[in-house]
């Protein structure tokens, strides 16, 4: 391209990645940080060369019939692509990026964290002691239940999954997966993974399930209410995905009925809009959609988006390339 790429950003960046993308391309950012309205994507869409979106905007096929014919990337931001229809885009001859692997260790952390937060009834004994309530220590107050030994099941061994799997194992649970595809052997055995051909098998298994998988027409609703009333009535279940794997108003149901221990969900079906008889309950930790949120993984997310439109721009094949049937 002889001038410089127009790169509509839709989102507030961290500083020195909107300063970069200054620097290489025409890049129109945001002064606000408030999603972008519909109407305003398409306004951007119909001038850019290159589209940088994020989790909260959906590029779907109405959209992009409205895109000007210059745009020909989709630079997202985010690791997640389940907010871009990827068949029209490719069907336009708009190739999509994202940014694999550097949210990684950050999102298992977060996923470990919620995973000892529940059973351990860390939300609750928070806001007795914030609320000025707590009487002082009983030997039988507060009494959560232990991680140690207990049975992990994980679905999506991508590599979130496999970043859970080993941080999980230093906290004494055994490391149970399902998956489209088994592991490698030399992989399951480094993980001491046991694979489950059959998620209604493993689910009934399980104390703690992970969800870790991405949101496909595939996973949606993959835990859908049949599949969580196969889980046993003292489990746990975790969610750093998407809200769309789980049903969540099923999921409600059981955790007011008493038919699932407790949830910590770090994304939802209809967010921000949240079930509020989930914020009734006290056995569950709701939070924004945090998983990923570090500066670290923010900027590093950033480097992979100003790479892949510069190499796209260059006329090679960006990286980060997102093929619809691959997913
Ligand atoms: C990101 C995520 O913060 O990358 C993903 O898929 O879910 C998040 O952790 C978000 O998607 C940014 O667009």
Redesign the pocket.
């Known amino acids: 391209m002889a001038n410089k790429p127009v790169v509509v950003v839709t ?1 507030r960046l961290p500083e020195v990645i909107e300063a970069r993308m200054m620097e290489l391309f025409d890049a129109r950012l945001r002064d606000d940080d408030t999603p972008m309205l519909r109407e305003e994507l398409a306004k951007g869409m119909a001038i850019a060369d290159v589209l940088v ?4 905007d959906r590029i779907d096929a109405e959209l992009l019939a409205l895109a000007g014919r210059r745009l020909k990337l989709v630079a ?6 389940d ?1 871009i229809d990827l068949e029209t885009a490719q069907s336009q001859n708009i190739t999509v990026t ?2 694999p692997a550097v ?1 990684t260790e950050d ?1 298992a952390d977060m996923t470990m964290a919620m995973i000892l937060v529940v059973p351990r009834r860390l939300v609750e004994g928070e806001r007795l002691v914030s609320a000025g309530q707590w009487r002082g220590w009983g030997p039988t107050s507060m009494l959560g239940h232990r991680i140690w030994g207990k049975r992990l099941g994980i679905i999506g061994m991508g590599q979130i999954g496999t970043a859970v799997a080993r941080r999980a194992r230093g906290f004494g649970l055994s490391i149970n997966y399902h998956n489209r595809r088994r592991l490698p052997e030399s992989a399951e055995q480094g993980l001491e993974a046991t694979y489950w051909d059959s998620l209604d098998q493993m689910l009934a298994h399980m104390d703690i399930v992970s969800v870790n998988c ?1 949101h496909t027409p595939a996973t949606y609703h993959l835990l859908s209410a049949r599949r969580l009333a196969l889980m046993k009535p003292e489990a746990y279940l975790v969610n750093t ?2 809200g769309e794997v789980i049903d969540e108003g099923a999921l409600t149901a059981m955790l007011r009925e008493g038919r699932l221990a407790g949830a910590a969900l770090d ?1 939802f079906e209809h967010a921000p809009a949240i079930n509020p008889k989930l914020r009734e309950l006290d056995n569950v930790l709701l939070l924004p ?5 570090t500066l670290e ?2 900027i590093d ?1 950033g480097d992979k988006v100003l790479i892949n439109i510069r190499t796209f721009v260059d006329g090679h094949k960006p990286p980060d390339r997102v093929i619809a049937k691959l997913i």
Do not use: D, E, K, Y
Request: hydrophobic letters at 30%.
């Open positions: 989102r979106p994020t989790v909260t997202n931001f985010g690791a997640g692509v907010n994202n940014t949210l999102t991405p995905s998407r994304v959609h945090m998983g990923s949120a993984s923010r997310m």
